[in-house]
């Protein structure tokens, strides 16, 4: 089976070395992929949401099956791109339809979804510029922190949570008034602050049955001790010491199960992941957030623990009989660190050449924001080098025994790492320390 994964980040690399090791898949192709993917395919120099560029890729190569990594493509339709097209529309796609990608693509529509299926959620309102008024009313209604979601899609980075209410109120105005994160937040959803410890529970699901993956927690800020601007993930940690079987069984019960039947009740036909984040909050599951692909640094402490075919699940995905399938979780911890650009979540510089990668024992290094340059070497030859392409560079996962195990490898390794600006939060996993002393 000839396989194409679309995306370039760590995710994306996770992916292709897992489903590179399985005995059905004959060759991986990675639309754009980085310089660690290359490892185990074939780059395609191609943006996910070319889709005709993707579709050529699928004709080229003979692609049986497309692994969908971001979000955006998803948004914007490139399942039903496929299934519309005649030469496409027998090729399985991992990743929904453009219907039910709005569970990401849309906050106001996940928030509606979730109302009308009684899933446990924050409460809420959605605000637009027209409405910027009673936007503002409504904040002195909540007490501080104030959650304030841009709609639609915003690269990770619409989410504010101002501390008092003179922010939130300013917040609200730059977000609508003056477009902060252009029309994806032309609405704007605040809601009601819950507090707790948040962790993210993946589901696989082929629109009947599902699979619950291994769950995870992730740490969203730039600084230690959760200070400083959002990213896209800083670390994460699996499994999750609060999120037990008790727990996950109410997770089951009180979000999984009436997801998967909002969406067969409102016809929306959905095929892929739903990464569902959650807040603990003493004990009782309370929804955050959908998203419709696996999150990211998250697949790359959730896959590693996935002992089985990988590819064998993505079969039953396509074919609608994942209810037949079986997989097995690894036992160990795995946890990830990851190396960002200098500047990153603002501005930074790419370009620089990173070193020590033959250096890394005992973890893997799964590349985010990687590209592999040719430079001169001497006046007679070239050389390959690996330098940096993104605000997220390496995620450094590895294995243990223990959290602390894990991470002390982890840690060991992302200081093996070398390039020019290299930061990483050095306090992953310190939060649940206390779960076991």
């Known amino acids: 089976m000839n396989i194409l994964i679309l995306g370039s980040g760590g995710r994306e690399h996770a992916f292709a070395w897992k489903l590179a090791q399985s005995d059905k898949c004959t060759h991986l192709y990675i639309a754009p992929g980085n310089a660690g993917t290359s490892a185990f395919g074939t780059n395609v120099d191609c943006s996910p949401t070319d889709f005709i560029g993707v579709k050529k890729i699928v004709l080229d190569h003979e692609i049986t099956m497309v692994v969908v990594g971001p979000e955006d493509p998803l948004v914007k339709g490139i ?31 996940s928030k509606q979804f979730m109302i009308r299926h009684n899933i446990p959620t924050a409460r809420y309102e959605t605000f637009t510029k027209e409405t910027l008024a009673e936007g503002l009313l409504f904040l ?90 959002n990213t896209g993930g800083m670390g994460a940690i699996s499994p999750v010491p609060f999120a037990d079987e008790a727990f996950i069984k109410k997770v089951e019960e009180r979000v999984i199960i009436p997801t998967i039947n909002g969406l067969k009740a409102e016809g929306i036909i959905y095929k892929g ?26 697949t790359e402490v959730v896959i590693p623990r996935i002992k089985s075919d990988l590819l064998d699940l993505f079969s039953g995905v396509a074919c609608g009989n994942l209810n037949e399938k079986t997989f097995e979780v690894d036992s160990r911890f795995a946890t990830a660190v990851m190396l960002v650009s200098g500047g990153y979540p603002e501005d930074y510089h790419k370009g620089k050449v990173i070193s020590g990668l033959d250096k890394v024992v005992g973890s893997i290094a799964f590349h985010a924001g990687t590209l592999k340059e040719s430079r001169d070497k001497n006046q007679e030859s070239r050389e390959e080098t690996i330098v940096t392409n993104g605000g997220r560079v390496i995620a450094v996962t590895s294995y243990g025994e223990t959290m602390e195990e894990a991470l002390t490898k982890s840690f060991a390794n992302a200081e093996r790492i070398n390039y020019e600006g290299k930061y990483y939060r050095r306090d992953i996993g310190e939060d649940l320390k206390v779960y076991y002393s």
């Open 79 to 109: 399942h039903d791109f496929f299934l519309g097209d005649e030469e496409l529309k027998r090729v399985a796609v991992i990743g929904p339809q453009r219907d039910g990608a709005q569970l990401e693509g849309s906050k106001d529509f």
């Open 140 to 229: 002195e209604t909540l007490s501080p922190p104030y959650v304030l979601k841009a709609d639609g899609l915003a690269a990770g980075k619409g989410v504010m949570i101002p501390t008092n209410l003179a922010d939130a109120k300013m917040e609200l105005t730059e977000m609508l008034a003056n477009a902060k994160f252009g029309n994806a937040s032309a609405k704007v959803v605040i809601e009601e602050f819950l507090k707790g410890i948040e962790l993210s529970v993946f589901v696989l699901t082929d629109g009947n049955s599902y699979k619950i993956l291994p769950a995870a927690k992730d740490y969203k800020r730039i600084g230690e001790q959760d200070t400083g601007l």
């Open 273 to 298: 992941f739903i990464f569902i984040g959650l807040m603990n909050v003493d004990g009782e599951p309370q929804v955050i957030e959908y998203n419709v692909r696996m999150g990211d640094p998250e």
